[in-house]
Structures are given as structure tokens and as C-alpha cells.
């Protein structure tokens, strides 16, 4: 991280994909409107560009055909275009349409002046996502001019391990981008209050012990999935932290807002310097089971 870095967290609904050029106009307008206000990283959550899958007979095929996108597509050209005019990036969610066809990945890619950065594959899947989603191949942590960059796809974020790979890459940044659900009887698996304290804990506490900035843009509003799912309410709650500043921005809410905050050098500086956690982290090997 070569410098100071304004970023912006932006909380919205994904209009369903059979309206996916109102969300690429959302997207771009709040490009535009966020670089006005100095943002050089401006975060979006899972699957903004797409939205997801509708449960259903057919629900598999329609996804495949009608409601993902790939990487060399329109969508993601008109955004690198977007990337260059306001020399800012961009993290994007959709439905990646793979070069095999009948596999679908849940990605996320990080967008600049230069072109797509990386794009980052959804690992792990709760629930019924698992009947529609491929696990990416690989992790990766992305180099770019705002410095190294790493990107955690929601239920993902309950790995601790990914996040501590992108430590091992000594990420400046860490990104969630999700659509965490509320649990309970308003989608999802988990008890409500549970879950709402710990999507609160998580950027601050993976920071600290990652030494890195957390970027958290999660969805808001509901989506109906379909038949035998209903309709789910997204948590919101997006956040901005630092390792060694703490809390920068945050929502207690799931309407629609964008946060803003900068991610100082210095703080960066500071919380590697008071914990020397790459130096003092064991070998790899030694918690892996035999």
C-alpha cells in the first residue's frame, strides 16, 4: 500500500436478473457519483451485477443461460471502461458463466484502469446455493495499484482460513463482499440476534488479526427465491475497519447506504509494527492434521 486510499461500501438491493441492466446502470452511476467524492476503491456486494439463482424447476438452466455472465462479457467491459474514465476500482459480484459449460462459479472481480485485476471464486456454499454454484479453483490475492488486495465472498467469511491466506499474502485490503441473510424465518440458517452480532464482529476482528483494512459491503433489502424458499431479508450492516483504528464507518441497518471512509498508510504501519504477526506466526504445517 503505496499510499492513503478512499473507499466506499455500497449497501443496496440487486434488482433479480431479468433486470440486470438496472443494476449495471446502478452500478456505474454510483461509479461516477462516488468518484466525484475522491473514492479510488468503491466495494459492491455479492452478486450486484446478476443477483442469484430462482429456485425451481429449470431454476439450474436458467441460471446458466439467462442469469450469469463472463468475464470477457459486455457487462464487465462497460465497467473496465467505466475503470479508466474515473481511474478508481471496482469489486463486482455476479454469476460467472464459466468456459465448461454447466459450471457456474459466484465471483467477484476487481476492476481498474488497467482491466480485471483478479477475479475471486466463491469456495464454500451454504444450504441450497450448493445445487448451483461450482467452488472456485483457487485462491488468489490480488496486486494492483492501490496495493495487494484480497476478496472474501460471504459464507466464505466464516472460514478464518481464507482470510489468513490473504494474510500470508499480506493483503492491504480485505474485502467482503456478501448478501448475508438474517436467519430465523427471514431466510437463511441461524438464529437472528446471533447472527446479527456476529456480522457485526467479523471486518473488525478479521482486521486485527489479519493486519489488514476490511471492506465490507453486504445486500439489503429481500429476495424471493422461489418455490419451497420464499422470501429472504438481507442483513446489511456493512462496515469499514482498520487493524489499528478500529470501526471507520458502519450502518446498524439494511436500507440502502454507502459508506465512506480512508485507509490511512500509517494505521497500516502501526498495527504491523505493534504486532509482529508475520514473524510470529507458526509454520504452515504445524496445524494441519496429520
Given amino acids: 500500500m503505496q499510499k492513503d486510499i478512499q473507499v466506499s461500501a455500497v449497501q443496496f438491493c440487486p434488482f433479480l436478473n431479468d433486470s440486470m441492466d438496472k443494476n449495471m446502470e446502478f452500478i456505474l452511476t454510483t461509479m461516477a457519483e462516488e468518484a466525484k467524492k475522491g473514492a479510488d476503491l468503491v466495494v459492491f456486494p455479492e452478486t450486484s451485477i446478476t443477483n442469484f439463482f430462482t429456485h425451481g424447476q429449470g431454476g439450474y438452466r436458467h441460471l446458466m443461460e439467462e442469469a450469469s455472465i463472463s468475464v470477457d462479457g459486455d457487462e464487465i467491459q462497460q465497467l473496465i471502461e467505466?475503470?479508466?474514465t474515473h481511474n478508481q476500482y471496482v469489486v463486482v459480484g455476479f454469476n460467472e458463466k464459466s468456459s465448461v459449460p454447466g459450471v457456474i462459479y459466484n465471483s467477484c472481480a476487481l476492476i481498474g484502469p488497467e482491466g480485471v485485476a483478479g477475479v475471486s471464486r466463491k469456495q464454500n456454499f451454504p444450504g441450497i446455493e450448493k445445487l448451483y454454484y461450482t467452488t472456485g479453483p483457487k485462491l488468489e490475492t490480488f496486486e494492483c495499484a492501490l496495493g495487494k488486495i484480497g476478496i472474501i465472498i460471504c459464507y466464505d467469511v466464516l472460514f478464518p482460513?481464507?482470510?489468513?491466506?490473504?494474510?500470508?499474502?499480506?493483503?492491504?485490503v480485505i474485502v467482503f463482499s456478501s448478501s448475508f441473510w438474517v436467519g430465523g424465518s427471514k431466510g437463511g440458517t441461524g438464529d437472528p440476534l446471533t447472527k446479527r452480532q456476529l456480522w457485526k464482529a467479523l471486518p473488525l476482528v478479521t482486521a486485527v488479526q489479519n493486519q489488514a483494512f476490511v471492506v465490507s459491503a453486504n445486500g439489503s433489502g429481500t429476495m424471493d427465491f422461489g418455490v419451497g424458499t420464499g422470501v429472504w431479508e438481507r442483513m446489511g450492516l456493512s462496515q469499514i475497519a482498520s487493524p489499528a483504528e478500529g470501526v471507520l464507518a458502519e450502518c446498524d441497518h439494511s436500507e440502502e447506504v454507502i459508506l465512506r471512509a480512508t485507509l490511512k498508510k500509517d494505521a497500516l504501519s502501526e498495527?504491523?509494527?505493534n504486532y509482529h504477526f508475520f514473524s510470529e506466526l507458526q509454520p504452515k504445517g504445524m496445524f494441519e492434521p496429520n
Fill in 271 to 273: 498495527a504491523r509494527s
Fill in 82 to 84: 467505466a475503470a479508466k
Fill in 161 to 172: 482460513e481464507i482470510a489468513r491466506h490473504h494474510f500470508r499474502n499480506a493483503a492491504d
